[in-house]
């Protein structure tokens, strides 16, 4: 991807790894335009980085974000890039009752959520000579955590989507692209010692956006990647053994 040049909307930019990308794409020279639902986050990461633009989406909403898709269009017809960052996690235990409230909207934030965004602006990109769609996924997609059941199941939901989607789009201007990070250091997982600093993770993540792949994926991450196959539960067990003491 060309890092430079863009016009790019940025979902759950106003903190953790959407305001981290935002900040280093900004600072390449792009216009970056971020959303989220805190308006408080969106105007710190603004005041912050002059130049730099937010929008208020409930990204939850299929009205909000057919609302912020055509004002999106109108005031930044060079928009090129959606980068599809959005997402909630709660731990939860999938062998007990489930709670309703973390289901729908985990489900409909972190996978309804980009489906209902990229359709919105699908075609406006379409429009443009070079534009990309941005899918965040996680390891968890491949390697999925029994005290993050429904996150991680979504995550591997969007996954999928993200490959099926650069298939329908592959004779088109659109790129579809995947980044999947590993844990890191965000308030979002309370920032775990054990996972990757922020800075590192957005640091190495750039250096691999810049490239020609539809896959970005910092180092660490790759194992996990890698792992879905015959025996794919081996390392699945061997992580949820781990963090829950075993």
Do not use: C, W
């Not at 930044?76 to 909207?105: K, R």
């Not at 579809?176 to 890191?184: G, K, Q, S, T």
């Not at 922020?198 to 194992?223: C, P, Q, Y």
């Amino acid at each position: 991807m060309k890092l430079s040049g863009n016009t790019i909307f940025i979902t759950g930019g106003g903190s953790g790894i959407g305001r981290g990308l935002a900040e280093a794409l900004h600072k390449l020279g792009n216009k970056v335009i971020i959303s989220g639902r805190s308006k408080e986050r969106l105007e710190d990461t603004i005041r912050a980085n002059p130049g730099m633009a937010a929008v208020v989406l409930n990204i939850q909403d299929p009205a909000s974000i057919n609302a912020v898709a055509q004002q999106l269009i109108k005031q930044y017809p060079d928009l090129n890039v959606l980068f599809n960052n959005a997402g909630i996690y709660t731990p939860e235990d999938p062998s007990g009752l489930v709670d309703e409230d973390i289901l729908v909207q985990t489900v409909t934030t972190n996978l309804l959520g980009p489906i209902r965004m990229t359709a919105a602006l699908q075609g406006h990109l379409k429009s443009k000579e070079d534009a990309y769609i941005i899918n965040t996924t996680s390891i968890l997609g491949f390697v999925p955590v029994a005290q993050g059941a429904v996150y991680s199941a979504t995550k591997a939901g969007l996954h999928s989507y993200t490959l099926t989607q650069r298939y329908m789009l592959k004779d088109t201007s659109v790129k579809v692209l995947e980044i999947a990070p590993p844990l890191v250091q965000t308030q979002m997982i309370n920032y775990d010692p054990n996972a990757m600093p922020l800075a590192a993770f957005i640091e190495e993540t750039m250096n691999v956006l810049g490239t020609d792949t539809d896959e970005v994926l910092v180092e660490s991450a790759k194992m996990y990647r890698n792992n879905p196959g015959p025996n794919e539960s081996v390392l699945v067990n061997h992580v949820n053994d781990m963090m829950s003491g075993q």
